[in-house]
Protein backbone atom coordinates (compact mmCIF):
# COMPACT_ATOMS: atom_id res chain seq x y z
CA UNK A 1 0.00 0.00 0.00
CA UNK A 2 1.37 3.11 -0.86
CA UNK A 3 0.36 6.96 0.09
CA UNK A 4 0.77 10.22 -0.70
CA UNK A 5 3.01 12.67 0.74
CA UNK A 6 0.31 14.95 1.48
CA UNK A 7 -1.67 14.94 5.20
CA UNK A 8 1.10 12.50 6.57
CA UNK A 9 1.06 12.34 9.65
CA UNK A 10 4.00 13.68 11.96
CA UNK A 11 4.93 14.47 15.42
CA UNK A 12 6.88 17.42 14.84
CA UNK A 13 8.87 18.18 18.22
CA UNK A 14 9.85 21.77 18.13
CA UNK A 15 9.12 22.52 22.00
CA UNK A 16 10.85 19.36 22.62
CA UNK A 17 7.24 18.05 25.02
CA UNK A 18 5.92 15.15 25.14
CA UNK A 19 4.01 12.96 23.48
CA UNK A 20 5.94 11.87 20.83
CA UNK A 21 3.34 10.49 18.65
CA UNK A 22 0.12 12.58 19.76
CA UNK A 23 -3.19 11.45 19.31
CA UNK A 24 -4.36 7.54 19.89
CA UNK A 25 -1.23 5.53 19.92
CA UNK A 26 -1.33 3.08 23.06
CA UNK A 27 1.16 0.07 23.83
CA UNK A 28 4.08 1.28 21.97
CA UNK A 29 6.83 -1.19 20.81
CA UNK A 30 10.04 0.23 20.21
CA UNK A 31 13.03 -1.63 18.04
CA UNK A 32 15.95 -0.70 15.97
CA UNK A 33 17.72 -1.20 12.90
CA UNK A 34 21.05 0.47 12.12
CA UNK A 35 19.97 4.02 12.33
CA UNK A 36 16.72 3.52 11.92
CA UNK A 37 14.21 3.55 15.38
CA UNK A 38 10.28 2.08 14.88
CA UNK A 39 7.20 2.86 17.21
CA UNK A 40 4.40 0.08 16.28
CA UNK A 41 1.51 0.53 18.55
CA UNK A 42 -2.28 -0.43 19.31
CA UNK A 43 -5.28 0.32 16.81
CA UNK A 44 -7.65 -1.73 17.89
CA UNK A 45 -11.14 -1.54 15.30
CA UNK A 46 -9.40 0.77 12.98
CA UNK A 47 -8.05 0.00 9.63
CA UNK A 48 -5.16 -0.75 8.66
CA UNK A 49 -3.76 -2.21 11.49
CA UNK A 50 -0.87 -1.62 13.38
CA UNK A 51 0.65 1.97 12.53
CA UNK A 52 4.21 1.90 12.33
CA UNK A 53 6.04 5.07 13.25
CA UNK A 54 9.59 5.93 12.06
CA UNK A 55 12.80 8.18 13.72
CA UNK A 56 16.32 8.87 13.25
CA UNK A 57 16.67 10.80 16.46
CA UNK A 58 14.21 9.64 18.96
CA UNK A 59 12.30 12.79 19.34
CA UNK A 60 10.78 13.73 16.08
CA UNK A 61 8.43 11.04 14.75
CA UNK A 62 6.35 9.89 11.55
CA UNK A 63 3.69 7.57 10.31
CA UNK A 64 5.91 5.71 8.24
CA UNK A 65 3.55 2.72 7.38
CA UNK A 66 1.12 0.03 8.40
CA UNK A 67 1.70 -3.64 9.51
CA UNK A 68 -1.40 -5.44 8.56
CA UNK A 69 -2.89 -3.86 5.31
CA UNK A 70 -4.11 -7.03 3.89
CA UNK A 71 -7.49 -8.69 4.74
CA UNK A 72 -5.33 -12.13 4.10
CA UNK A 73 -3.37 -10.96 7.20
CA UNK A 74 -6.05 -10.12 9.76
CA UNK A 75 -10.44 -10.56 9.96
CA UNK A 76 -12.13 -7.73 11.91
CA UNK A 77 -15.02 -7.79 10.27
CA UNK A 78 -18.18 -6.99 13.16
CA UNK A 79 -15.11 -6.99 15.59
CA UNK A 80 -16.19 -4.74 18.82
CA UNK A 81 -15.56 -1.55 19.93
CA UNK A 82 -11.76 -1.27 21.62
CA UNK A 83 -11.19 -5.00 20.39
CA UNK A 84 -9.24 -5.95 17.38
CA UNK A 85 -5.66 -5.32 17.58
CA UNK A 86 -4.29 -5.18 21.01
CA UNK A 87 -0.81 -4.46 22.20
CA UNK A 88 1.46 -5.30 19.21
CA UNK A 89 5.39 -6.11 19.75
CA UNK A 90 8.03 -5.34 17.54
CA UNK A 91 11.44 -6.40 17.23
CA UNK A 92 14.26 -6.98 14.96
CA UNK A 93 16.90 -10.08 14.72
CA UNK A 94 18.44 -11.88 12.63
CA UNK A 95 17.78 -9.39 9.49
CA UNK A 96 13.95 -9.76 10.06
CA UNK A 97 11.38 -7.66 11.45
CA UNK A 98 9.41 -9.49 14.32
CA UNK A 99 5.72 -8.68 14.62
CA UNK A 100 3.38 -10.36 17.24
CA UNK A 101 -0.18 -9.35 17.04
CA UNK A 102 -3.77 -9.96 19.19
CA UNK A 103 -6.86 -9.77 17.33
CA UNK A 104 -9.03 -9.28 20.34
CA UNK A 105 -12.71 -10.11 20.51
CA UNK A 106 -15.60 -9.49 22.86
CA UNK A 107 -16.54 -6.84 25.81
CA UNK A 108 -16.65 -6.58 29.25
CA UNK A 109 -19.92 -8.37 29.30
CA UNK A 110 -18.58 -11.08 27.77
CA UNK A 111 -14.59 -11.59 28.29
CA UNK A 112 -12.60 -11.56 25.84
CA UNK A 113 -10.59 -13.72 23.71
CA UNK A 114 -6.53 -13.12 22.68
CA UNK A 115 -5.81 -15.38 20.29
CA UNK A 116 -1.64 -14.47 19.36
CA UNK A 117 -0.25 -14.06 16.12
CA UNK A 118 3.53 -13.98 14.74
CA UNK A 119 4.19 -12.40 10.74
CA UNK A 120 8.22 -11.29 10.01
CA UNK A 121 9.52 -9.57 6.80
CA UNK A 122 12.79 -8.66 6.14
CA UNK A 123 11.44 -4.67 5.42
CA UNK A 124 9.12 -3.02 7.82
CA UNK A 125 6.68 -2.02 5.10
CA UNK A 126 6.63 -5.40 3.92
CA UNK A 127 5.50 -7.57 2.39
CA UNK A 128 4.90 -9.52 5.85
CA UNK A 129 4.71 -12.97 6.33
CA UNK A 130 1.51 -15.34 6.54
CA UNK A 131 0.82 -15.04 10.28
CA UNK A 132 1.52 -17.69 12.20
CA UNK A 133 -0.78 -19.07 15.31
CA UNK A 134 0.62 -19.32 18.74
CA UNK A 135 -2.02 -19.31 21.79
CA UNK A 136 -5.16 -18.18 22.88
CA UNK A 137 -3.69 -18.38 26.28
CA UNK A 138 -3.62 -14.29 26.93
CA UNK A 139 -3.35 -10.95 25.99
CA UNK A 140 -0.39 -8.64 25.09
CA UNK A 141 1.61 -11.40 23.61
CA UNK A 142 5.70 -10.63 22.69
CA UNK A 143 8.69 -11.84 21.20
CA UNK A 144 12.05 -12.35 23.37
CA UNK A 145 15.02 -13.06 21.16
CA UNK A 146 17.68 -14.78 23.79
CA UNK A 147 21.49 -14.17 23.05
CA UNK A 148 21.86 -18.18 22.97
CA UNK A 149 20.15 -17.81 19.90
CA UNK A 150 16.54 -19.76 20.87
CA UNK A 151 13.48 -17.70 21.43
CA UNK A 152 10.34 -17.25 23.96
CA UNK A 153 7.02 -16.08 23.58
CA UNK A 154 5.24 -14.21 26.54
CA UNK A 155 1.48 -13.18 27.03
CA UNK A 156 -0.89 -12.20 29.82
CA UNK A 157 -1.55 -15.70 31.90
CA UNK A 158 -5.24 -15.53 31.22
CA UNK A 159 -7.64 -17.19 33.67
CA UNK A 160 -11.34 -17.80 33.12
CA UNK A 161 -13.15 -19.37 36.57
CA UNK A 162 -15.96 -19.36 38.15
CA UNK A 163 -17.29 -17.25 41.02
CA UNK A 164 -16.35 -19.32 44.18
CA UNK A 165 -13.63 -21.71 42.95
CA UNK A 166 -9.81 -22.07 44.04
CA UNK A 167 -9.04 -20.24 41.10
CA UNK A 168 -9.61 -16.45 40.26
CA UNK A 169 -10.44 -15.08 37.43
CA UNK A 170 -8.62 -12.33 35.57
CA UNK A 171 -4.94 -11.84 35.27
CA UNK A 172 -2.44 -14.27 36.83
CA UNK A 173 0.98 -13.72 35.82
CA UNK A 174 3.21 -13.71 32.76
CA UNK A 175 3.57 -17.01 30.91
CA UNK A 176 6.41 -18.09 28.98
CA UNK A 177 7.07 -20.47 26.37
CA UNK A 178 9.79 -21.74 23.84
CA UNK A 179 9.40 -20.90 20.37
CA UNK A 180 10.77 -22.61 17.53
CA UNK A 181 11.05 -20.76 14.60
CA UNK A 182 12.34 -23.43 12.00
CA UNK A 183 9.17 -25.01 12.82
CA UNK A 184 6.82 -22.27 13.61
CA UNK A 185 5.46 -23.50 16.57
CA UNK A 186 5.38 -23.56 20.47
CA UNK A 187 7.59 -25.96 21.98
CA UNK A 188 8.65 -26.94 25.23
CA UNK A 189 6.78 -26.07 28.84
CA UNK A 190 4.85 -23.31 29.33
CA UNK A 191 5.37 -21.37 33.13
CA UNK A 192 3.70 -19.05 34.14
CA UNK A 193 7.19 -17.22 35.43
CA UNK A 194 6.07 -14.43 37.22
CA UNK A 195 2.75 -13.35 39.21
CA UNK A 196 3.01 -9.84 39.46
CA UNK A 197 3.02 -7.65 42.25
CA UNK A 198 0.29 -6.45 44.78
CA UNK A 199 -0.31 -3.58 42.48
CA UNK A 200 -2.39 -6.17 39.95
CA UNK A 201 -3.46 -6.83 36.95
CA UNK A 202 -0.02 -7.84 35.02
CA UNK A 203 0.30 -7.69 31.15
CA UNK A 204 1.88 -6.29 28.43
CA UNK A 205 5.09 -8.14 29.30
CA UNK A 206 8.39 -7.61 27.50
CA UNK A 207 11.42 -9.45 27.79
CA UNK A 208 15.31 -8.41 27.61
CA UNK A 209 19.04 -9.49 28.48
CA UNK A 210 21.96 -7.69 29.98
CA UNK A 211 24.90 -9.01 32.03
CA UNK A 212 23.63 -12.28 32.10
CA UNK A 213 20.41 -10.92 33.49
CA UNK A 214 17.27 -11.53 31.85
CA UNK A 215 14.53 -8.24 32.80
CA UNK A 216 10.82 -8.84 32.59
CA UNK A 217 8.85 -5.63 32.26
CA UNK A 218 5.21 -5.79 32.41
CA UNK A 219 2.40 -3.27 32.71
CA UNK A 220 0.37 -3.44 36.23
CA UNK A 221 -2.58 -1.61 37.95
CA UNK A 222 -4.93 -1.64 34.95
CA UNK A 223 -4.36 0.72 32.24
CA UNK A 224 -6.39 3.57 33.87
CA UNK A 225 -5.11 6.07 37.06
CA UNK A 226 -3.23 3.36 38.48
CA UNK A 227 -1.18 2.37 35.54
CA UNK A 228 2.90 1.88 36.25
CA UNK A 229 5.92 -0.32 34.94
CA UNK A 230 7.49 -2.83 36.81
CA UNK A 231 10.40 -4.45 36.21
CA UNK A 232 11.72 -7.66 38.11
CA UNK A 233 14.93 -9.88 37.35
CA UNK A 234 16.30 -12.95 37.18
CA UNK A 235 19.53 -15.36 35.91
CA UNK A 236 17.62 -17.66 34.66
CA UNK A 237 14.89 -17.16 32.15
CA UNK A 238 12.33 -19.25 33.90
CA UNK A 239 12.97 -17.66 36.92
CA UNK A 240 12.59 -17.01 40.02
CA UNK A 241 12.14 -13.53 39.78
CA UNK A 242 13.02 -10.65 41.84
CA UNK A 243 11.24 -7.42 41.82
CA UNK A 244 12.97 -3.90 41.27
CA UNK A 245 13.94 -2.34 45.03
CA UNK A 246 12.10 1.30 43.75
CA UNK A 247 9.43 -0.48 42.42
CA UNK A 248 7.57 0.59 40.09
CA UNK A 249 10.02 2.28 38.04
CA UNK A 250 7.46 4.62 36.20
CA UNK A 251 4.25 5.52 37.47
CA UNK A 252 2.20 8.43 38.03
CA UNK A 253 -0.23 7.07 40.20
CA UNK A 254 0.99 8.76 42.98
CA UNK A 255 1.10 12.18 41.59
CA UNK A 256 -2.35 13.37 40.76
CA UNK A 257 -1.55 16.95 39.39
CA UNK A 258 1.13 15.87 37.02
CA UNK A 259 -0.33 17.01 33.99
CA UNK A 260 0.98 13.11 32.29
CA UNK A 261 -1.21 10.67 33.49
CA UNK A 262 -1.96 6.75 33.44
CA UNK A 263 1.33 6.28 32.87
CA UNK A 264 2.52 2.72 31.75
CA UNK A 265 3.26 -0.35 29.42
CA UNK A 266 6.50 0.45 28.56
CA UNK A 267 9.23 -0.81 25.89
CA UNK A 268 12.81 -0.24 26.48
CA UNK A 269 15.91 0.20 24.21
CA UNK A 270 19.71 0.36 25.04
CA UNK A 271 21.71 2.50 23.19
CA UNK A 272 25.39 2.30 22.40
CA UNK A 273 26.26 5.59 25.04
CA UNK A 274 24.66 3.72 27.64
CA UNK A 275 21.44 5.26 27.85
CA UNK A 276 18.10 3.79 27.73
CA UNK A 277 15.46 5.34 25.61
CA UNK A 278 11.53 4.38 27.27
CA UNK A 279 8.66 4.61 25.44
CA UNK A 280 5.32 4.16 27.30
CA UNK A 281 1.58 4.77 27.12
CA UNK A 282 0.26 7.64 28.93
CA UNK A 283 -2.96 10.13 28.55
CA UNK A 284 -3.02 14.33 28.72
CA UNK A 285 -6.54 14.40 30.61
CA UNK A 286 -8.90 17.46 31.26
CA UNK A 287 -10.53 17.17 34.36
CA UNK A 288 -10.12 13.37 33.96
CA UNK A 289 -11.28 13.28 30.61
CA UNK A 290 -8.39 12.08 28.13
CA UNK A 291 -9.82 13.69 24.33
CA UNK A 292 -6.64 12.47 22.67
CA UNK A 293 -6.77 8.61 24.25
CA UNK A 294 -3.83 7.25 25.30
CA UNK A 295 -0.64 8.50 23.45
CA UNK A 296 3.12 7.52 23.06
CA UNK A 297 5.54 9.18 25.52
CA UNK A 298 9.62 9.19 25.81
CA UNK A 299 11.67 8.46 29.17
CA UNK A 300 15.22 8.10 29.46
CA UNK A 301 16.83 5.53 32.48
CA UNK A 302 20.16 4.50 33.04
CA UNK A 303 21.89 1.52 34.23
CA UNK A 304 23.00 1.37 37.52
CA UNK A 305 26.20 -0.68 38.89
CA UNK A 306 23.44 -2.55 41.28
CA UNK A 307 22.43 -3.88 37.56
CA UNK A 308 18.77 -2.21 38.04
CA UNK A 309 17.82 0.09 35.31
CA UNK A 310 16.54 3.86 36.53
CA UNK A 311 14.84 6.25 34.94
CA UNK A 312 15.43 10.24 35.13
CA UNK A 313 12.37 10.48 37.44
CA UNK A 314 9.79 7.98 38.04
CA UNK A 315 7.45 10.44 37.58
CA UNK A 316 6.64 11.29 33.68
CA UNK A 317 8.23 14.26 32.63
CA UNK A 318 6.86 16.71 30.03
CA UNK A 319 10.61 17.17 28.37
CA UNK A 320 11.45 14.88 25.31
CA UNK A 321 14.94 13.52 26.50
CA UNK A 322 18.16 14.12 24.47
CA UNK A 323 19.82 10.82 23.66
CA UNK A 324 22.60 12.98 21.69
CA UNK A 325 21.36 11.61 18.43
CA UNK A 326 21.67 14.37 15.84
CA UNK A 327 18.41 16.05 15.16
CA UNK A 328 16.43 15.41 12.42
CA UNK A 329 13.79 17.94 11.65
CA UNK A 330 10.60 16.73 9.83
CA UNK A 331 8.63 19.21 7.73
CA UNK A 332 5.66 20.34 9.24
CA UNK A 333 2.40 18.45 8.32
CA UNK A 334 0.07 19.65 6.14
CA UNK A 335 -2.89 21.20 7.51
CA UNK A 336 -5.47 20.73 4.29
CA UNK A 337 -5.82 17.45 2.70
CA UNK A 338 -7.53 18.09 -0.64
CA UNK A 339 -7.75 15.15 -2.07
CA UNK A 340 -5.22 15.53 -4.84
CA UNK A 341 -3.66 11.92 -4.82
CA UNK A 342 -5.37 8.94 -6.17
CA UNK A 343 -4.76 7.73 -2.94
CA UNK A 344 -5.31 7.99 0.51
CA UNK A 345 -3.58 9.45 2.78
CA UNK A 346 -1.60 7.85 5.62
CA UNK A 347 -3.60 9.97 8.31
CA UNK A 348 -7.30 8.50 7.35
CA UNK A 349 -8.37 4.82 8.79
CA UNK A 350 -11.44 3.05 8.37
CA UNK A 351 -13.73 0.62 10.58
CA UNK A 352 -12.81 -2.28 10.65
CA UNK A 353 -12.30 -3.11 7.27
CA UNK A 354 -10.47 -1.11 4.11
CA UNK A 355 -13.24 1.30 2.47
CA UNK A 356 -13.16 -1.09 -0.88
CA UNK A 357 -16.23 0.21 -3.35
CA UNK A 358 -17.35 3.14 -0.63
CA UNK A 359 -14.52 5.27 -1.54
CA UNK A 360 -13.07 7.17 -4.59
CA UNK A 361 -10.24 9.84 -5.05
CA UNK A 362 -10.50 9.49 -8.80
CA UNK A 363 -13.90 9.64 -9.81
CA UNK A 364 -13.87 12.81 -9.79
CA UNK A 365 -10.62 14.62 -9.68
CA UNK A 366 -9.23 16.47 -6.41
CA UNK A 367 -12.59 15.38 -4.59
CA UNK A 368 -13.01 12.37 -2.00
CA UNK A 369 -16.17 10.34 -3.09
CA UNK A 370 -17.66 8.29 -0.71
CA UNK A 371 -20.88 5.86 -1.55
CA UNK A 372 -23.28 5.95 1.28
CA UNK A 373 -24.60 2.67 2.28
CA UNK A 374 -27.20 1.29 4.92
CA UNK A 375 -24.26 1.05 7.79
CA UNK A 376 -24.76 4.22 10.00
CA UNK A 377 -22.16 5.23 12.53
CA UNK A 378 -23.46 2.85 15.61
CA UNK A 379 -23.24 0.09 13.13
CA UNK A 380 -20.44 -2.53 13.55
CA UNK A 381 -20.08 -3.13 9.92
CA UNK A 382 -18.80 -0.82 7.39
CA UNK A 383 -20.05 2.47 7.65
CA UNK A 384 -19.18 4.63 4.59
CA UNK A 385 -16.68 7.24 6.83
CA UNK A 386 -13.01 7.97 7.25
CA UNK A 387 -11.55 9.52 9.91
CA UNK A 388 -8.36 10.74 11.28
CA UNK A 389 -7.25 11.04 14.66
CA UNK A 390 -7.25 13.96 17.03
CA UNK A 391 -4.32 14.91 18.12
CA UNK A 392 -4.50 18.26 20.38
CA UNK A 393 -7.01 19.20 23.21
CA UNK A 394 -8.10 22.20 21.32
CA UNK A 395 -8.61 22.01 17.48
CA UNK A 396 -10.35 22.83 14.96
CA UNK A 397 -11.53 20.60 11.95
CA UNK A 398 -13.32 21.72 8.27
CA UNK A 399 -14.44 20.39 5.18
CA UNK A 400 -16.78 20.97 2.23
CA UNK A 401 -19.41 18.38 0.90
CA UNK A 402 -21.31 18.04 -2.43
CA UNK A 403 -24.58 16.22 -1.28
CA UNK A 404 -28.01 16.64 -2.18
CA UNK A 405 -30.27 14.08 -0.74
CA UNK A 406 -33.59 13.41 -1.51
CA UNK A 407 -35.03 11.33 0.93
CA UNK A 408 -34.71 11.66 5.06
CA UNK A 409 -32.64 8.49 5.23
CA UNK A 410 -29.55 10.20 3.50
CA UNK A 411 -27.00 12.09 5.44
CA UNK A 412 -23.64 13.23 4.64
CA UNK A 413 -21.51 15.74 6.82
CA UNK A 414 -18.59 15.22 9.05
CA UNK A 415 -18.46 13.44 12.66
CA UNK A 416 -16.47 13.10 16.08
CA UNK A 417 -16.31 9.68 16.60
CA UNK A 418 -14.97 7.25 19.78
CA UNK A 419 -16.89 4.14 18.76
CA UNK A 420 -20.46 3.26 17.96
CA UNK A 421 -21.84 4.43 21.16
CA UNK A 422 -20.03 7.61 21.49
CA UNK A 423 -20.13 10.08 18.93
CA UNK A 424 -21.71 13.75 17.39
CA UNK A 425 -22.63 13.80 14.05
CA UNK A 426 -23.24 17.61 11.79
CA UNK A 427 -24.45 16.36 8.52
CA UNK A 428 -26.80 17.52 5.66
CA UNK A 429 -29.92 15.59 5.15
CA UNK A 430 -33.69 16.01 4.03
CA UNK A 431 -37.29 16.38 5.55
CA UNK A 432 -40.68 15.47 4.44
CA UNK A 433 -42.18 18.92 4.07
CA UNK A 434 -38.96 21.10 4.69
CA UNK A 435 -36.29 19.95 2.08
CA UNK A 436 -32.78 20.12 2.69
CA UNK A 437 -32.10 20.83 6.24
CA UNK A 438 -28.66 20.65 8.48
CA UNK A 439 -28.88 18.34 11.33
CA UNK A 440 -26.88 17.53 14.27
CA UNK A 441 -26.82 14.57 16.05
CA UNK A 442 -25.29 12.69 19.18
CA UNK A 443 -25.03 9.19 21.03
CA UNK A 444 -23.54 8.61 24.51
CA UNK A 445 -25.26 11.54 26.17
CA UNK A 446 -25.40 11.77 29.74
CA UNK A 447 -24.96 7.92 29.45
CA UNK A 448 -28.08 7.00 26.90
CA UNK A 449 -27.99 5.13 24.32
CA UNK A 450 -30.53 6.38 21.96
CA UNK A 451 -29.42 8.76 19.19
CA UNK A 452 -30.14 12.76 19.78
CA UNK A 453 -30.85 15.15 17.87
CA UNK A 454 -29.32 18.44 19.05
CA UNK A 455 -29.93 21.03 16.84
CA UNK A 456 -31.86 21.68 13.61
CA UNK A 457 -32.01 24.53 10.27
CA UNK A 458 -33.82 24.44 6.81
CA UNK A 459 -30.92 24.87 3.76
CA UNK A 460 -33.44 25.62 1.32
CA UNK A 461 -30.55 25.63 -1.10
CA UNK A 462 -28.74 23.64 -3.89
CA UNK A 463 -25.29 25.06 -2.75
CA UNK A 464 -22.07 23.01 -1.55
CA UNK A 465 -21.78 23.20 2.35
CA UNK A 466 -19.11 23.76 4.79
CA UNK A 467 -19.59 21.88 8.30
CA UNK A 468 -16.34 22.71 10.95
CA UNK A 469 -15.90 21.54 14.06
CA UNK A 470 -13.88 23.42 16.98
CA UNK A 471 -13.10 22.10 20.57
CA UNK A 472 -12.17 24.12 23.47
CA UNK A 473 -11.86 23.42 26.92
CA UNK A 474 -13.19 20.44 26.45
CA UNK A 475 -16.47 21.42 24.49
CA UNK A 476 -17.38 21.11 20.87
CA UNK A 477 -19.15 23.49 18.80
CA UNK A 478 -20.30 22.83 15.47
CA UNK A 479 -21.51 25.19 12.41
CA UNK A 480 -22.11 25.43 9.32
CA UNK A 481 -21.83 27.96 6.53
CA UNK A 482 -23.17 27.99 2.58
CA UNK A 483 -19.95 27.39 -0.03
CA UNK A 484 -18.36 30.76 -0.52
CA UNK A 485 -19.86 32.88 1.89
CA UNK A 486 -17.70 33.89 5.16
CA UNK A 487 -19.77 33.44 8.17
CA UNK A 488 -20.14 30.37 10.29
CA UNK A 489 -23.79 29.55 11.82
CA UNK A 490 -23.18 27.72 15.40
CA UNK A 491 -25.71 24.58 15.24
CA UNK A 492 -26.80 23.44 18.65
CA UNK A 493 -25.35 24.55 21.81
CA UNK A 494 -21.50 23.52 22.85
CA UNK A 495 -21.46 20.13 23.15
CA UNK A 496 -19.48 17.49 26.12
CA UNK A 497 -16.27 16.00 24.01
CA UNK A 498 -15.63 14.04 27.73
CA UNK A 499 -18.34 11.85 25.96
CA UNK A 500 -15.09 10.57 23.03
CA UNK A 501 -12.73 9.77 26.06
CA UNK A 502 -11.88 6.69 27.80
CA UNK A 503 -12.78 7.87 30.93
CA UNK A 504 -16.56 8.42 29.78
CA UNK A 505 -16.98 5.23 28.09
CA UNK A 506 -15.32 3.22 31.33
CA UNK A 507 -17.51 5.22 33.59
CA UNK A 508 -20.29 6.62 32.33
CA UNK A 509 -21.85 4.38 30.02
CA UNK A 510 -24.31 2.64 31.81
CA UNK A 511 -23.51 -0.65 29.53
CA UNK A 512 -20.01 -1.84 30.90
CA UNK A 513 -17.83 -1.54 28.04
CA UNK A 514 -13.81 -1.79 26.75
CA UNK A 515 -12.80 2.16 26.15
CA UNK A 516 -9.19 1.70 24.97
CA UNK A 517 -8.96 4.10 21.69
CA UNK A 518 -9.30 7.96 21.72
CA UNK A 519 -11.21 10.36 19.68
CA UNK A 520 -10.88 10.82 15.96
CA UNK A 521 -12.54 13.49 13.77
CA UNK A 522 -13.84 12.78 9.67
CA UNK A 523 -16.58 12.57 7.54
CA UNK A 524 -19.20 10.04 6.61
CA UNK A 525 -22.58 9.22 4.80
CA UNK A 526 -25.10 7.39 5.12
CA UNK A 527 -27.93 6.20 2.80
CA UNK A 528 -30.86 3.26 3.77
CA UNK A 529 -32.46 3.93 0.51
CA UNK A 530 -29.31 2.17 -1.73
CA UNK A 531 -30.57 4.78 -4.56
CA UNK A 532 -28.96 7.96 -3.19
CA UNK A 533 -26.56 10.50 -4.51
CA UNK A 534 -23.27 10.46 -3.77
CA UNK A 535 -21.32 12.47 -1.08
CA UNK A 536 -18.00 14.40 -2.51
CA UNK A 537 -15.77 16.14 -0.27
CA UNK A 538 -13.50 19.08 -1.40
CA UNK A 539 -11.03 19.07 1.24
CA UNK A 540 -10.35 18.52 4.98
CA UNK A 541 -8.77 21.07 7.11
CA UNK A 542 -7.28 19.75 10.64
CA UNK A 543 -5.51 22.47 12.95
CA UNK A 544 -5.17 21.73 16.37
CA UNK A 545 -3.49 24.41 18.51
CA UNK A 546 -0.18 23.44 20.44
CA UNK A 547 -0.89 26.45 22.58
CA UNK A 548 -3.32 24.56 25.52
CA UNK A 549 0.23 21.75 25.73
CA UNK A 550 2.12 21.35 28.23
CA UNK A 551 -0.82 23.62 30.37
Given at each position: MTYPDSMSSISQISESVNPIIRGFSPDPAICRRGDEFFIAVSSFQWWPGVPIYRSLDLRNWELHCYALFDEKMVNLRRIGDSAGIWAPSLTYADGLFWLVFSPASGTRNQGYESPNYLTTASNIEGPWSDPVFLNASGNDASLFHDNNGKKYILNTHQIRSPEGSHLVEGHAGTLLQEYDSKSEKLVGVRENIFPGTDLGIPEGSKMYQRDKWYYLSIAEGGTEYGHCVTLARSRNVMGPYEVHPDNPILTSRDNPDNPIQRAGHADFLTLENGQVAVVYLASRPSNKASLCGRETFMAR??????????????????????????????????????????????????????????????????????????????????PAAV????????????????????????????????????????????????????????????????????????????????????????????????????????????????????????????????????????????????????????????KGDRSEWPP
Amino acid sequence: MTYPDSMSSISQISESVNPIIRGFSPDPAICRRGDEFFIAVSSFQWWPGVPIYRSLDLRNWELHCYALFDEKMVNLRRIGDSAGIWAPSLTYADGLFWLVFSPASGTRNQGYESPNYLTTASNIEGPWSDPVFLNASGNDASLFHDNNGKKYILNTHQIRSPEGSHLVEGHAGTLLQEYDSKSEKLVGVRENIFPGTDLGIPEGSKMYQRDKWYYLSIAEGGTEYGHCVTLARSRNVMGPYEVHPDNPILTSRDNPDNPIQRAGHADFLTLENGQVAVVYLASRPSNKASLCGRETFMARGRWDDDGWLRLDSRDPQLEIPDFGLPLKTLPAPAECDHFDSPTLGKVWNTLRQPANGRLSLVERSGWLRLQPNHCFLDSIEHPAAVFRRIEHRAFFAETLVSFQPEDSQQWAGLACYYDTRHWYYIYRGWRPGSGSIIGLCGKGIRGSNRIEALGEFAFNSTDDVEFRVSCEQMHLQFSFRPSGTENWRSVGPLQDASVLTDEYVESEDPIPNFGFTGAFVGVAAWDMTGVGPVADFDFFKYKGDRSEWPP
